[in-house]
């Protein structure tokens, strides 16, 4: 439970609230105050984000050990099992485990008999949404939910299926070292989704002028919620170091744990394009990942397309930041500028 409002008036509702709120296996009730006016609906929201990032890497895994490395439903069933006793110990990797693993009446393994085509209630849209408003970078979430609107032009796919035929070869790698390998993606990814629901958490408490206990909203999530995760409590930890982290990929721990894992994060994915096999959410993370650490990224090009083009301005390496400057490119133009320039 994430409630909101006024500070006042949280001690008294809290024992109401905390009396009949999820636990964690230690007794500690799952629900605390989580800011002012309405961050504690805000912070639901991102949580189910996070929720839609997660679903759909533990899909795109499921695929590649079904498609790539062959896994039978048994076999997979096995695998999410161990993965659980892990560092992936989670809400969702359990359900998945469980999922694998059910037979129907006549003895058919119900996984094989669900229709591709995915449902969605529109938290996820509602959490991108407001990071394209505060300009937060969610791009692993964002994917999520556009594959979720793929997987529902299902006659579409059909059909293309028919007529597009991908030039790819077969999966010959060593299928032990390959689960291994997408474990650690998953793992590396899954912190991907939680350092962006973190960002654009942050942003919306400058936005809206919020106090939020990130640490404690990690607390919150570690029972009764579908994105209960064995990190949550690192996440704490993270924000007990360090109150004003600016993302999670930055902490000691976080850091270490994308950086040791990126050798098989990246085999992966190199795997999955040469099979042809979709896996938005996995190359979104490595590509946020591969942006946030990059000092100097391609925007000097795009900017000086868009002053080109529409004299919006830029600004300089070699001058302070917000001094903005025009280039007449053609030689015909002008010195008048657009408009006010905006990120």
């Not at 982290?245 to 850091?255: A, E, I, Q, S």
Request: charged fraction near 20%.
């Amino acid at each position: 439970m994430m409630p909101g409002g006024s500070a006042a008036a949280w001690p008294h509702i809290k024992p109401i609230f905390q009396s009949i709120c999820a636990r964690t296996p230690a007794g500690e009730p799952c629900c605390e105050w989580i800011g002012e006016n309405g961050a504690g609906h805000f912070v639901k929201m991102v949580h189910n984000g996070i929720e839609y990032g997660d679903m759909q890497l533990i899909c795109e895994v499921y695929d590649l050990l079904k498609r790539a490395a062959g896994l039978s439903n048994q076999e997979m069933h096995t695998v999410f099992a161990d993965w659980n006793k892990g560092e992936l110990d989670s809400y969702l990797i359990e359900i998945t485990r469980d999922i694998l693993a059910v037979k129907d009446e006549s003895g058919r393994e119900v996984i094989d008999l669900i229709l591709d085509a995915a449902g969605q209630k529109g938290t996820g849209k509602w959490t991108v949404v407001s990071a394209l408003d505060d300009g937060t970078p969610l791009t692993l979430i964002s994917e999520a939910v556009f594959a979720r609107c793929l997987s529902a032009a299902k006659a579409e796919r059909v059909e293309a299926a028919k007529l597009i035929k991908p030039d790819t070869g077969t999966f010959t790698g060593d299928r032990k070292a390959f689960v291994n390998d997408l474990r650690q993606a998953l793992f590396a990814s899954k912190i991907v989704s939680y350092a962006q629901g973190y960002e654009l958490m942050r942003a919306a408490a400058k936005t809206y002028h919020w106090n939020l206990n990130k640490g404690g909203i990690a607390l919150v999530w570690r029972g009764g919620c579908i994105i209960r995760s064995a990190f949550l409590g690192d996440i704490k930890t993270a924000f007990d170091r360090n109150p004003d982290l600016v993302n999670l990929l930055v902490d000691p721990f976080f850091k270490e744990a994308v950086e040791t894992r990126q050798a098989a994060w990246r085999r992966v994915i190199v795997q999955a394009v040469q099979l042809g096999i979709p896996v938005p959410c996995l190359s979104s993370a490595l590509a946020y990942f591969d942006g946030y650490r990059t000092a100097r990224l391609p925007a000097n090009l795009l900017q000086a397309q868009r002053d080109y083009f529409g004299a919006h301005t830029y600004e300089r390496t070699d001058k302070p930041r917000g001094e903005f400057f025009h280039t007449n490119w053609t030689g015909r133009g002008g010195s008048t500028t657009s408009q006010t320039y905006t990120a």
